[in-house]
């Protein structure tokens, strides 16, 4: 059974496009570290269990889909340092380069998510993030639980969230919090006005290998998909 759901997966791709390689100074590593590692191994395997999945090759340092399009800021849609407080240029990209980006990437991927949103039930953004809060970002240095979701207490019925939040715990054993440390970002809050939305965070720590964790997400999903609600 194919499940009535639309997966979003901004922050898998780990590629930095010719209009600005030759401005970032970015490793590999970093660049891995600053996206959503194992996302592509965890979420990339389910595209042919649910109705849609969409997803990018750019590097979140280079565009950040779960950003407002007009957020400059230094965490906003084209960065100025990762996550880790890391500068991503040596000299930032000019105003007709970061309009380029946004055409080529950042605008296509929200028209193909609103695109979606008429045949499926919910959309559910998924990410990694990692064991412990990094520096730039909502909880800096603290534990992080096995498993957030979040719907920025509007995106979805509280219903939903409540028994997503029971699959995943009967399913991974682990702990599921609701907004926290994440409350819903740009994506579900922005489309949750053509489809109801959720956002997934599943901890990098090594509880389980990137295929046992992908198993275990699509099982948590068919029972949240079956169950009455």
């Not at 269990?49 to 950003?67: H, K």
Request: proline content about 7%.
């Amino acid at each position: 059974m194919t499940l009535p759901l639309l997966l979003s997966v901004p922050h898998a791709g780990l590629t930095v496009p010719p209009e600005v390689e030759n401005l970032c100074v970015l490793t590999r590593k970093e660049i891995i570290e600053d996206g959503d590692e194992g996302a592509a191994e965890i979420y990339l395997p389910l595209e042919n269990e649910v109705s849609a999945l969409v997803t990018t090759v750019v590097a979140r340092a280079i565009v950040d889909m779960n950003r407002a399009e007009d957020d400059r800021g230094k965490d906003g849609v084209i960065k100025t340092h990762t996550c880790w407080n890391v500068q991503i240029y040596k000299e930032f990209p000019t105003g007709e380069m970061v309009r380029t980006l946004l055409e080529n990437f950042y605008k296509p991927y929200h028209a193909s998510l609103a695109q979606h949103a008429t045949h499926v039930q919910c959309g559910v953004d998924c990410h990694t993030m990692a064991a412990q809060g990094p520096p730039v970002g909502p909880d800096t240095g603290i534990e992080r639980p096995a498993i957030c979701i979040s719907n920025a207490d509007f995106t979805c019925p509280k219903e939903w969230i409540t028994a997503l939040a029971d699959c995943f715990e009967r399913v991974f054993e682990k702990e599921v919090s609701i907004n926290r440390p994440f409350t819903g970002g740009y994506i579900v809050r922005s489309h949750a006005k053509e489809l109801p939305w959720i956002q997934l965070e599943l901890s990098r720590a090594p509880f389980f290998s990137n295929e046992e964790k992908s198993f275990r997400m699509l099982e948590a999903l068919k029972k949240w998909c079956n169950k009455p609600l």
